[in-house]
């Protein structure tokens, strides 16, 4: 006999998480975390956010190549461990270690990344990749 078990999550006092009140102790320094997946899940949807704006700004300027991944891969990392360990003032040994939290969600970070700087680098900087290239110009001579 299955059962079926209700989707809302709750916190280790039972009562219902709330969106916001998430939102509020993401923000806040040195919040009192109860649930260790609560933190992880803020980190990772965190992370997930960052890689793609990271992407948007990595189109927007002309980096190629192994210097925006080094580069991304830095910030990601550094941020997530400057904000777990300085910021909320978590205590590492508690999640495994500084490489478990700095790993959370990073693949995921890493793909989303890549996808959204291809499409705005290429988007933005089509014209000249072509004209570099020598393969053909936009412009119509009437």
């Known amino acids: ?28 320094a ?11 899940d803020v980190i990772y949807w965190s992370r997930q956010i960052f890689g793609i704006l990271l992407g948007v700004i990595w189109g927007f300027l002309p980096l190629k190549g192994f210097l925006g991944i080094v580069l991304f891969a830095a910030i ?9 360990i ?3 003032n978590i205590d ?8 478990e939290l700095v790993k959370e969600g990073f ?8 996808v959204t700087w291809i499409i705005f680098y290429t988007g933005l900087h089509y014209d000249a990749i072509m004209e570099s290239k020598g393969i053909y110009s936009l412009t119509l001579e009437v």
Do not use: P
């Open 107 to 114: 693949m995921t970070s890493f793909a989303g990344f890549l």
């Open 92 to 99: 590492e040994e508690l999640y495994g270690g500084a490489w």
């Open 30 to 40: 040195k919040s009192e975390w109860l649930d260790k997946e609560e933190f992880l």
């Open 1 to 28: 006999m299955t059962t079926r078990t209700n989707t809302i999550q709750h916190n280790a006092n039972g009562q219902k998480k709330s969106l916001k009140d998430i939102c509020n102790r993401a923000w806040t």
């Open 76 to 84: 990601s990392c550094g941020v997530v461990y400057l904000y777990a």
């Open 86 to 88: 300085n910021f909320q």
